[in-house]
């Protein structure tokens, strides 16, 4: 298995610029999560999703939307980037956690800097 | 607000030292934690998990030790190697039925040879 695998490794993109971050999973796990995180600190939850069809907000959407249309799927969509919105972005997985486990399955992220 | 914190933002330990890294909860329903690894430039790597049933559990040179009545996480790291250099974070699951594990902001340990 490749595990979570993100796209790119870097971008450089300029103020009001689009682009969709990419995440993709092999291991069949039903949550997929989006965080953000700047320098220095910790992760950020931006969305997340439970199943194909289903997404929700974390602590910090504004400025992303997000799709599933599949379980392996999870991309990210900026739509007008701004400064703020640099930061090293991580794609997370886990399986549904019915033994009462819900160890997240991390990817190598993406570092994106908005100038 | 609720959270989970860490006391040390950054902690230097001399090779072959013992390691601990500590961390403060506050939801006293949560119900699982997690402490992951995270080296420069990479995502976050599972190290160990403990559920709020039990009070230790020991891994390979990793024990997570939890006390629920100080709301209290701790990581041992046994005779630290210059590998063990990273950012830990600790995570909680904030009980049954929540989608999504809060993290710390992370302690970085610093091992001197």
């Known amino acids: 298995n490749a595990g979570v695998t993100q796209t790119p490794k870097f971008r450089i993109l300029k103020i009001g610029q689009s682009m969709t971050l990419q995440c993709t999973q092999d291991m069949n796990h039903n949550y997929m999560y989006w965080y953000r995180q700047d320098p220095g600190m910790g992760l950020k939850l931006i969305y997340y999703?439970?199943?194909?069809?289903?997404?929700d907000k974390g602590e910090v959407p504004n400025g992303y939307n997000v799709s599933r249309s599949t379980t392996e799927d999870f991309p990210l969509r900026l739509e007008l980037a701004a400064p703020s919105q640099t930061s090293v972005y991580f794609c997370a997985s886990r399986p549904r956690g019915e033994m009462g486990i819900y160890e997240q399955y991390f990817g190598p992220g993406t570092r994106l800097t908005v100038t | 607000g609720e959270s989970v914190g860490l006391h040390l933002p950054t902690l230097s330990v001399q090779e072959g030292d013992n390691s601990i890294i500590n961390c403060a909860y506050s939801n006293s329903a949560s119900d699982y934690f997690i402490w992951y690894k995270q080296e420069s430039g990479k995502g976050p790597q599972f190290i160990i998990d403990?559920?709020?049933?039990?009070d230790k559990r020991q891994g390979q040179r990793v024990t997570v030790l939890l006390n629920k009545t100080v709301k209290h996480l701790s990581l041992q790291i046994a005779a630290t190697q210059p590998g063990d250099s990273a950012v830990y974070f600790c995570a909680e699951n904030r009980g049954t039925g929540r989608r999504a594990l809060t993290f710390g902001s992370g302690t970085r340990l610093q091992v001197q040879p």
């Open positions: 403990i559920r709020s049933n039990m």
């Open positions: 999703s439970v199943g194909a069809g289903i997404t």
